[in-house]
């Protein structure tokens, strides 16, 4: 079974300029993850799709942040204009929600990351 | 409100235990569950608890559960050098969407 797909790998980006990363969760995985990982910490949520729609997307920073998930299967997240303190990992994630069990297996990426100079 | 804590750090000698905590606030959680995180690579999923449970072992990996003091643990017997990585601990409530919220995670050191 293949895993979580993320690109680019690393990503050297300007303040003020755009940048976008990519995610192709595992096929099937109606949940789909984006979280932020700064250094030193946990994973932040940063917005939850359940197939293409928003179930959560409380912490994403919206003036600047943004994603989407075209016909519920691969996302993408974009950062237009990037701050420095947006230098983090890029975690995408997926799950297959078993509604009988109710727990959540979330298989991650690799992640991006990112650095803003 | 939802929040999880662990302590930053822990060294241990091979062939020893290693006991990690965590903490949360979030009484209504449904499920915790401990990632591992190596250098470069994305989280692994280790183990997760059901909140009715007190107790879960998985080979080398128990899982205690206090729920009373809202505490869980993660003991990894025979720690080996490939143990050592960033180990998070996670709560999610069932129903709803299964939001997971992590701790800062706990870098565990294993020496020879």
């Known amino acids: 079974e293949a895993g979580v797909a993320q690109s680019p790998r690393y990503k050297i980006i300007e303040k003020r300029q755009s940048v976008a990363f990519w995610c192709n969760p595992i096929?099937?995985?109606?949940?789909l993850y984006w979280y932020q990982q700064i250094l030193g910490q946990g994973p932040k949520l940063l917005i939850q799709?359940?197939?293409?729609?928003?179930?959560?997307d409380s912490q994403l920073p919206k003036d600047r942040f943004s994603a989407e998930r075209l016909k519920g299967v691969d996302s993408t997240l974009k950062i237009q204009p990037a701050k420095l303190e947006d230098s983090a990992v890029y975690l995408c994630?997926?799950?297959?929600?078993?509604?009988?069990?109710?727990?959540?297996?979330?298989?991650f990426g690799q992640g991006t990351r990112l650095t803003v100079v | 409100g939802e929040d999880v804590e662990q302590s930053l750090f822990l060294s241990v000698r091979e062939g020893d235990s290693s006991v990690i905590n965590c903490t949360y606030t979030?009484?209504?959680?449904?499920?915790l569950y401990w990632y591992k995180q190596e250098p470069g690579a994305g989280l692994q999923l280790l183990t997760y608890?059901?909140?009715?449970?007190d107790m879960k072992q998985d080979q080398r990996l128990t899982v205690l559960l206090n729920k009373k003091d809202k505490h869980l643990s993660l003991r990894i017997a025979d720690t080996q050098t490939g143990d050592s990585a960033i180990y998070f601990c996670?709560?999610?409530?069932?129903?709803?969407?299964?939001?997971?919220?992590f701790g800062a995670g706990t870098r565990l050191a294993v020496h020879p």
């Open positions: 994630a997926s799950s297959l929600r078993n509604s009988r069990v109710g727990s959540t297996e979330a298989f």
């Open positions: 096929s099937g995985h109606a949940t």
């Open positions: 799709f359940q197939n293409n729609g928003v179930v959560d």
């Open positions: 979030d009484s209504s959680s449904t499920y």
């Open positions: 608890i059901f909140s009715n449970m």
């Open positions: 996670a709560e999610s409530k069932s129903g709803g969407y299964n939001k997971l919220i």
